[in-house]
């Protein structure tokens, strides 16, 4: 089975894929679509300002209101991992007027790690497109004595339990790196988690924490300034916007591979002529040069899919990580 990264590279290159960009969608709207929208649309993004997911919505939202011709607000509604706010989503009135942009967490992967949600992301959901996807980076306090990952892990294992890591929430994609690192690695760490990156970097940089996976778009100002180390990538080969970093696999941890990913979604029965409208405008946008630079400089690839490929990295994030959780222990709590 192609790793995500693979499948990621192939949403752009291959669009006669399950990752294709829809054809116009012209000869199908109907009335009800046709007549939407005619107010303003809330874009729910389930973490805090400054946030990944927050700042690649920011990208957005002011093209989508512009190609819509109504305003597209965006709204914080951070907790619980993201939970929080995807659920607002699910539970909003299915007319169009209420989107989410999420991750990997909500999205897909909390299905098989809370005994409790909700909401069903399958049941609940409707997928609008995969927005961009970006490795994650491991960051430490750079008063730690680790300079590589060789360092780190030795650090680790030479004092088990005292070191601990942030993550943006139980089942995100920093989360779970983090725990197959343990469990490649055999290092006992401890699990924090924040409502969002902003909180890990600063609990990083504030020496509350040693380390963590975080997205490089809110992680590499802070490197760059020397208030945090970059010690590697999670993407199976190097980053074309980090490429001085190895990846953690080079580290010696041969397959080693993990990608953060953002998608769009509405709440399920919204009408299809709605979503099929949103997908179009959204997949013109996000494949736009302005918007793939922009997404670049906060070090994210812009992809930008049919509905049914977002469905479809859903179910696979679903099997991929469930494994996972199942060989690590990992637990939301």
């Known amino acids: 089975m ?4 693979a499948a990621l590279v192939l949403a752009i290159a ?6 294709a960009q829809p054809a116009s969608t012209g000869s199908t709207r109907t009335t009800t679509a046709a007549q939407w929208p005619t107010k303003t649309i809330r874009m729910i993004v389930p973490f805090p300002p400054g946030s990944s997911p927050d700042l690649v919505a920011r990208v957005l939202n002011d093209k989508l209101g512009t190609a819509l011709g109504q305003p597209v607000i965006v709204e914080n509604r ?4 993201g939970n929080l706010g995807t659920a607002l ?15 990997g967490g909500p999205l897909a992967v909390n299905k098989v790690l809370y005994s409790k949600l909700e909401f069903d992301p399958f049941r609940d959901l409707a997928p609008i497109t995969l927005v961009a996807a970006s490795p994650n980076v491991l960051v430490v306090d750079p008063k730690l004595a680790a300079g590589s990952v060789k360092e780190f892990v030795a650090l680790a294992k030479s004092q088990p339990g005292k070191l601990n890591y942030g993550s943006v ?5 920093s989360h779970l790196t983090m725990e197959l690192l343990k469990t490649q690695a055999g ?14 970097n600063t609990a990083i940089v504030a020496g ?20 945090m180390r970059a010690l590697a990538v999670t993407s199976s080969v190097r980053s074309v916007v980090l490429p001085e970093l190895p990846t953690v696999a080079e580290a010696g941890f041969p397959g080693f591979q993990s990608t953060a990913w953002l998608g769009m979604v509405a709440p399920a029965k919204t009408p299809k002529p709605v979503i099929d409208r949103l997908s179009m405008e959204l997949v013109r946008i996000i494949r736009s040069d302005d918007v793939r630079n922009r997404m670049r400089s906060i070090y994210f690839q812009a992809i930008g899919t049919t509905p049914e490929g977002l469905a479809n990295l859903m179910r696979e994030e679903v099997e991929r990580w469930g494994k996972v959780i199942k060989q690590t222990g990992a637990k939301s709590d």
């Open 169 to 173: 929430g139980n089942g995100s994609a």
């Open 78 to 81: 951070p907790g619980a991992g």
């Open 187 to 200: 290092i006992d760490i401890v699990h924090v988690p924040y409502p969002g990156s902003p909180q890990v």
């Open 14 to 19: 291959l669009p006669c894929s399950t990752f």
């Open 2 to 5: 192609k790793t995500l990264f």
């Open 208 to 227: 509350q924490i040693a380390a963590g996976f975080v997205v490089p778009a809110t992680a590499m100002p802070l490197v760059q300034g020397g208030r």
């Open 89 to 103: 989503v699910a539970k909003a009135a299915p007319d169009g007027y209420s989107i989410g942009l999420s991750i």
